[in-house]
Structures are given as structure tokens and as C-alpha cells.
T-cell receptor, first 112, second 115 residues
């Protein structure tokens, strides 16, 4: 079983829509969680960390459900510029340099 | 440097050749990671270094792949007897292990094409 699984999509949504992605992880020892954004032919860039109590950054909200072992990303009022692939990542041990496991990414296209 | 620097940005080689990919991490970052990303896939973990030593090399696919970080800064990923299946983008990332979350910063990658 893969460490991290995501629905690859693609998600095609109109501008202004709200869209949500989920990502499941298999190891209950996972400790730190992140969402990365990757534009076509570019490197992944950190979008936001995911905290236990959930956190929000502008139009983006991330949540963690430890009981069901998934994290989610909600994007409100989608913009054309949100079109990208969204990767979730998990680590097992924060601050100890353990490897990050990434999902395959979910492709989002925001349509005018 | 200001960011993670990787060279070359593109490398085309023939099957069976030897290739070296270089990564210069963010100054002061103690951890360095190598990933491989194929089209339509997420980054696949290869190896990470804590200082000069390989803390975990469990992701290296076989013994044709090797990586070093002799002075705890720049790292080189070495691929011997390249195969067409090695074609991918090789991403390097670094992080500073301190208080707070251990966040990865990626370089732009080295795109390897094996003909």
C-alpha cells in the first residue's frame, strides 16, 4: 500500500467555485503534513503546513483528521491562477529529517 | 545561496553512459533530499542526508544509483550505466532542522533524458 494516496483528478472547476481535495496516509505514525503546489514543469513549492487544529491562509483551508488518516485542502473562490497540481506530503518524525512521502498529486484546472 | 540550485537543468545522454547531477542546498540547511519525478507522478523519495552521512538511502532503486555529500553541503547524485527508464526529473530539496516544522524547499530539478 502506498504511503500517501491522492485522487489524481483532473478537477475542472469554474472561476469562483469551491473545490476540495483529500489525501489519505497509511502510517498512523505520520507526524507532519503539508500541501505543496506544483506548476507545469516547475518544482513543488510549499503551499501550507497542516496543523492538528486545522488552519487557514486566505482562500485556502487545510484540515487533518487523524482518526481517519486523511488531510484535506479546501480552496474557496477559485482563481484562474490556482490551476496547478496539488501534492500532499507527510513525514513521520518532525524535526528529525526523516523522509517526506508525497502523493501523486491532484490536477486542478480553473476555467474562466 | 538564496535557493536550492541544481545543475545541469537538462541532460540528454545515451543508454549505458554515466551521469552526475549536482545539488547546492540553501546555505545552513543540514538536511538534503533527492527525489525522482516521472510524468504524472509525485516525487519519489530516493535518499536523504543529514550532514555528510546518508541517513536513509532506502529509496535508491538499485546499485546503479549512488549519492554523496562529502562536506555536508553540495551533493552529487551519480547514475551508472543509465537506462531509458531512468529518464525523469531529479529533484533536490533541503531543509533546516530546527524548531517548528521541517519544511522542504526544492530546486528547479535536473531533467534527465536517456536515449
Amino acid at each position: 500500500r502506498k504511503e500517501v494516496e491522492q485522487d489524481p483528478g483532473p478537477f475542472n472547476v469554474p472561476e469562483g467555485a469551491t473545490v476540495a481535495f483529500n489525501c489519505t496516509y497509511s502510517n498512523s505514525a505520520s507526524q507532519s503534513f503539508f500541501w505543496y503546489r506544483q506548476d507545469c514543469r516547475k518544482e513543488p513549492k510549499l503551499l501550507m503546513s497542516v496543523y492538528s487544529s486545522g488552519n487557514e491562509d486566505g482562500r485556502f483551508t487545510a484540515q487533518l483528521n487523524r482518526a481517519s488518516q486523511y488531510i484535506s485542502l479546501l480552496i474557496r473562490d477559485s482563481k484562474l491562477s490556482d490551476s496547478a497540481t496539488y501534492l500532499c506530503a507527510v513525514t513521520r518524525h518532525p524535526n528529525t529529517g526523516n523522509q517526506f512521502y508525497f502523493g501523486t498529486g491532484t490536477s486542478l484546472t480553473v476555467i474562466p | 545561496g538564496a535557493g536550492v540550485s541544481q545543475t545541469p537543468s537538462n541532460k540528454v545522454t545515451e543508454k549505458g553512459k554515466y551521469v552526475e547531477l549536482r545539488c547546492d542546498p540553501i546555505s545552513g540547511h543540514t538536511a538534503l533530499y533527492w527525489y525522482r519525478q516521472s510524468l504524472g507522478q509525485g516525487p519519489e523519495f530516493l535518499i536523504y542526508f543529514q550532514g555528510t552521512g546518508a541517513a536513509d538511502d532506502s529509496g535508491l532503486p538499485n546499485d546503479r544509483f549512488f549519492a554523496v555529500r562529502p562536506e555536508g553541503s553540495v551533493s552529487t547524485l551519480k547514475i551508472q550505466r543509465t537506462e531509458r527508464g531512468d529518464s525523469a526529473v531529479y529533484l533536490c530539496a533541503s531543509s533546516f532542522l530546527g524548531s517548528g516544522a521541517n519544511v522542504l524547499t526544492f530546486g528547479a530539478g535536473s531533467r534527465l533524458t536517456v536515449l
